[in-house]
């Protein structure tokens, strides 16, 4: 009996799968799509990759470099990805060709079993290490290059990392300055990388790799011990953005830099003009804003060479009419924004250590300055420029 009905149910489901319409599924079954419209969706997802992948202006791009250290970083990338790619297609190719020589068809047998071919299992363990000496000789070679100490001619920068900003210490000019980077081009750099707190890392893409920053003590400083180096020379003037690579803290993403490459010349005269700055005019706002800059607390972190703040906590302000930026990239350097950020830091870059006018952090008592006296010390600090020559 139970055999009957199974039997029974067989039957009924194979006349009802017969009149059922097209390949005999439900209306309510998603029916299969035909290749074409694969073909199509694949068309479309490379085009919009490949479209994806133009722009116009990358200016932190790694890959048109304009330092030796920088082009031979990519020789070696290069290089490492032609060989990829070789591989890659070469196993495609076999793959495909695998695929379609031996997939299979109405009527084949199975196919014969082979379990070893000593040739080939030469060459596939021979070919991977001779690709593996092609790409390691010339980044071992790379790495003694780049790691080569520079010439006694190089320009020797202490580049400290701050949260959240950068000093840049040239101790062969006596000359102190924070956040934009001035080098000469044609002449090697020895840049000398340490922390004042936590990790940071040093990143110029188109000077060359991320080196970190690391806090180590005063002794091993005055020893020269514990310090990462960048050791490269510029061919091509021009200004070239850079950031912290490093998760540092709160405002990680609002510390950035600028490394600005002159000729000779120009570097020279900015040298100059770092350690003597131009005095603002008698009886203008901005010798106004001088007098109450000096009796204030500004000072006590702030140094201006020339005068009578000698502050080692904060940013170096000489000459700072002439940086592009304040609060290390986060704003233009106007007036309107210099004002704003004396006013309220905290407001522009979340954890920033320099007091306001209202509050202070961490304990810090404010400045206290009035909205005159912000307008005065503002015209002041803007007086302070030199020319920017390229």
């Not at 079993?113 to 299992?121: D, I, P, R």
């Not at 004042?196 to 011990?225: C, E, M, Y």
């Not at 040298?271 to 800059?293: C, D, H, N, T």
């Not at 320099?354 to 509050?359: L, Q, V």
Request: net charge positive; aromatic share 8%; charged share 20%.
């Amino acid at each position: 009996m139970i055999e009957h009905r199974r039997r029974a149910q067989r039957h009924d489901r194979r006349r009802s799968a017969r009149a059922l319409p097209g390949n005999g599924a439900p209306a309510s079954w998603p029916r299969r799509r035909p290749a074409h419209a694969y073909a199509h969706a694949l068309a479309a997802t490379l085009l919009v990759a490949g479209l994806s992948a133009c722009a116009a202006d990358y200016p932190q791009t790694t890959f048109h470099p304009v330092t030796d250290f920088g082009a031979r970083l990519n020789d070696v990338l290069a290089g490492a990805f032609w060989w990829m790619m070789g591989i890659l297609i070469l196993v495609e190719v076999l793959l495909i060709y695998v695929i379609v020589r031996y997939r299979d068809r109405p009527g084949r047998g199975e196919p014969r079993q082979v379990y070893g071919h000593t040739g080939l299992e030469v060459i596939w363990t021979l070919v991977p290490a001779a690709i593996v000496v092609a790409i390691a000789v010339p980044t071992v070679r790379t790495i003694f290059a780049i790691e080569a100490p520079p010439g006694d001619d190089a320009v020797v920068v202490d580049v400290i990392a701050h949260q959240w900003w950068w000093e840049f210490r040239y101790p062969q000019y006596d000359v102190v300055t924070a956040n934009e980077l001035y080098l000469p081009v044609g002449r090697p750099v020895h840049l000398r990388l340490r922390s004042a707190d936590v990790v940071h890392s040093f990143w110029v893409p188109r000077l060359g790799g991320k080196r970190d920053t690391n806090p180590i003590p005063a002794s091993a400083v005055q020893r020269g011990d514990g310090l990462n180096q960048l050791i490269f020379t510029i061919s091509e003037p021009g200004v070239y953005l850079g950031q912290c690579a490093e998760y540092c803290g709160l405002s990680h993403a609002l510390m950035r830099m600028r490394a600005v490459a002159v000729h000779e010349d120009a570097f020279d005269a900015w040298v100059q003009l770092m350690k003597a700055p131009p005095a603002p005019p008698e009886g203008s706002l901005a010798a106004r804003g001088q007098e109450i800059f000096m009796r204030s607390t500004c000072i006590a972190c702030h140094t201006i060479n020339g005068t009578n703040a000698r502050g080692l906590i904060g940013p170096n302000l000489t000459n700072l009419g002439d940086r592009w930026t304040i609060g290390a990239g986060v704003l233009e350097n106007t007036p309107e924004n210099l004002a704003a950020w004396i006013r309220n830091p905290q407001a522009v870059k979340p954890g920033a250590l320099m007091p306001g006018t209202d509050a202070g952090p961490g304990g810090l008592p404010p400045t206290n300055l009035s909205e005159d006296e912000v307008g005065a010390v503002v015209a002041y600090l803007q007086s302070m420029r030199t020319p920017r020559q390229q």
